[in-house]
């Protein structure tokens, strides 16, 4: 989720869901080693659990850039091997790494060494020509065997060759049957599915059909209220007394920081957008976002103001 799950987003999250375990952009290797290590990794605590997803084929890198992130207290490292964007393939990592499950195995095993923190794997079911029947299995017994324990498998092959990454989200058919079949094959990993997964009623099912959990990504930012506002309590047995009004209300605090700091209202109410997506007024709320966050002097008044999009048509 590049350019979406930022630490905006994920603190906007949090206010939805204790227990869901967040995950934040996929960040490179070599940009913690040279770049603004407190813009990349900086988190706030509330956000926890959080888990940093890093990119990179290097393993002393990885294994230097974990060490750097685990003194930020991330819950868990996860190495990306399964976005299929241009700039990754150019870079040797994400989903290209599915075609060599050896260095992948490589990378793990120096990062384990180099920090407490659990390292973790997102990955395919395979990339282009790749039988997935044959080389998940493979990947995972191989990557396993490093010692990595959890995995979340996006049950789509990803084609590198043909088509963009939006076509990756969409155009590859979903094996479901394939990634509950790794579960029977691997009972002592800690396997999670992703890809297509949209409501909670889905997630539900999978978690019944053996699954040790379940990743959703898009629906959970177009739809946070559907998916997370209701995960504590179906998902962890442990409602969230919250509604969306609450969690606008919370979040007016920490935009009035973050303009005082310098930012810009638009860096965080373009993860609000969709929170009251399905309820009158929802487009009225949307659109006045979208015309006034980006205005100069914009603060917490015009969230507010927004807010009255909905409240009008309740009342």
């Not at 990885?62 to 490292?77: P, R």
């Not at 990803?158 to 155009?171: C, F, M, T, V, Y």
């Not at 927004?306 to 009008?312: D, E, G, P």
């Amino acid at each position: 989720m590049m350019d979406w799950t930022d630490r905006h987003c994920r603190y906007l999250h949090r206010l939805m869901s204790r227990h869901s375990l967040l995950y934040t952009e996929m960040v490179t290797a070599p940009a913690v080693l040279h770049g603004d290590c407190e813009r990349l990794l900086g988190f706030d605590p509330s956000e926890q659990p959080v888990a940093l997803q890093l990119g990179g084929s290097d393993p002393v890198q990885l294994a230097q850039a974990a060490t750097i992130a685990a003194d930020y207290g991330y819950a868990e490292i996860n190495l990306n091997c399964g976005c299929p964007s241009d700039r990754v393939q150019s870079g040797s990592f994400g989903a290209i790494l599915m075609e060599d499950p050896a260095l992948v195995a490589r990378c793990c095993d120096a990062m384990i060494a180099a920090v407490d923190v659990p390292v973790t794997i997102k990955c395919r079911i395979g990339v282009d020509d790749q039988n997935p029947h044959e080389v998940l299995p493979d990947f995972l017994a191989r990557v396993s065997a490093a010692g990595v324990d959890r995995f979340s498998i996006h049950a789509r092959k990803a084609w590198l060759q043909g088509l963009s990454p939006k076509e990756n989200r969409d155009i590859p058919p979903l094996d479901y049957d394939l990634v509950l079949a790794m579960k029977g094959l691997f009972p002592h990993l800690h396997l999670s599915v992703n890809g297509g997964i949209a409501t909670l009623d889905a997630a539900t099912e999978f978690l019944a059909k053996g699954m040790d959990g379940v990743m959703i990504g898009r629906a959970a930012y177009h739809t946070p209220a559907a998916i997370l506002l209701q995960a504590d309590g179906r998902i962890f047995d442990d409602p969230l007394d919250r509604t969306v009004e609450d969690v606008v209300a919370l979040m007016l605090p920490y935009i009035a920081q973050h303009i005082q700091r310098g930012g810009k209202l638009n860096q965080i109410t373009r993860h609000m957008l969709g929170l009251f997506q399905g309820r009158p007024g929802a487009r009225g709320w949307r659109r006045y976002l979208s015309e006034n966050a980006h205005k100069e002097g914009a603060g917490p008044e015009v969230v507010e103001q927004a807010l009255q999009q909905i409240t009008s048509i309740a009342a």
